[in-house]
């Protein structure tokens, strides 16, 4: 028996030329089980990532997921190719559930996560993610999603010189890395973890092929800058996206060791307009929708095409993550 699965709709859902955003699919198949849904995902492949390129995001609702493995399980469906955290250069410190599967971000519930393309502050990144909700947050902790197309137009209109600099010119990151995980930061990967270091030697030579910069400090701490990296990304449908973490950086990347006015600039070292970006990021904000979690809730994102984030909460909040490696 095959599965009943409609597209529904969603207070707060946007609407733009090319259809909603996002896409909300909902299993209207009462007692329809895990293998069902899986074998729905099998045969509806190539629509889902049709639907998935166009919109940037698919919301599945009211299917049979309770628990990490449900999820992993679910996600195998996709045949997508797992991109694994080890191998990422991801500032979270994060807890693997299983292979595939992990907690979003071990950041405390009053830590603002801006949004961002995942790892677009790095060399290596997803090319898509899954969100899995295990367990809603007593109130708040809605996954901020925004079209960074949509925001690059809009930055074109109002913000043209900054729009432009930023295509032309690229960004440069720099963050310092603690010398152990520190979990009470967003971003307190150890250097050792994001590297898989266990020297400075061994940090160095990843460091030198990955074409960053970098300072050892006192602390034992490792202040490091990427290769100019691209703010903004062409899509194959000729669509320019704001492919970057200029936000994430400029309104979050705080703790006890780091300075977000100092933790980008534009490719060639000139600092950032702050006004400029202070407006795209409220210009992000007003095309934001806030994805209304519900207990076994999956969300599939485009991360070349949709900005992340987490809005802060109070009580138990066990969103899971798994991202798929590029093509
Ligand atoms: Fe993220």
Not at 3 to 13: C, L, T
Not at 265 to 293: N, Q
Request: aromatic share 10%; net charge negative.
């Amino acid at each position: 028996m095959s599965v009943n699965v409609n597209i529904i709709s969603v207070p707060g859902q946007q609407q733009y030329d090319d259809g909603a955003f996002p896409i909300v699919l909902a299993c209207q198949t009462e007692g329809a089980t895990l293998e069902q849904v899986t074998a729905w995902v099998q045969e509806n492949q190539t629509e889902l990532a049709q639907q998935l390129t166009k919109a940037g995001t698919i919301l599945f609702r009211d299917f049979p997921l309770a628990v990490d493995q449900d999820f992993d399980t679910f996600i195998k469906a996709f045949d997508f190719d797992n991109f694994r955290y080890e191998d990422s250069l991801s500032n979270a410190v994060r807890v693997n559930r299983t292979e595939r599967v992990f907690t979003a971000n071990e950041a405390p519930p009053e830590v603002t996560i801006y949004l961002h393309h995942e790892m677009a502050q790095t060399p290596i990144y997803p090319s898509k993610l899954f969100f899995f909700c295990e367990q809603a947050a007593e109130s708040g902790g809605a996954t901020p999603l925004c079209r960074s197309d949509i925001l690059f137009q809009k930055m074109e209109e109002e913000i043209p010189e900054f729009a432009k600099a930023c295509e032309d010119k690229g960004l440069l990151y720099t963050n310092i890395m603690p010398a152990e995980n520190d979990p009470n930061s967003g971003m307190g990967r150890s250097w050792q973890s994001t590297f898989r270091a266990e020297t400075k030697e061994e940090a160095e030579s990843r460091l030198l092929e990955l074409g960053y910069t970098w300072e050892w400090l006192d602390d034992g701490c490792l202040k490091a800058t990427t290769p100019v990296l691209p703010a903004v990304r062409v899509l194959p449908d000729g669509r320019k996206t704001f492919y970057n973490q200029l936000i994430a950086a400029f309104k979050g990347w705080k703790d006890s060791r780091n300075d977000p006015s100092k933790a980008i600039t534009l490719g060639d070292g000139t600092p950032l307009d702050k006004a400029a970006v202070l407006k795209a990021a409220d210009l992000a904000e007003e095309i934001t929708f806030d994805v209304p979690w519900q207990s076994g809730d999956v969300a599939l994102v485009d991360n070349y095409l949709v900005m992340h984030g987490r809005r802060t909460f109070s009580g138990t909040r066990k969103v899971l993550a798994s991202l798929v490696a590029a093509e």
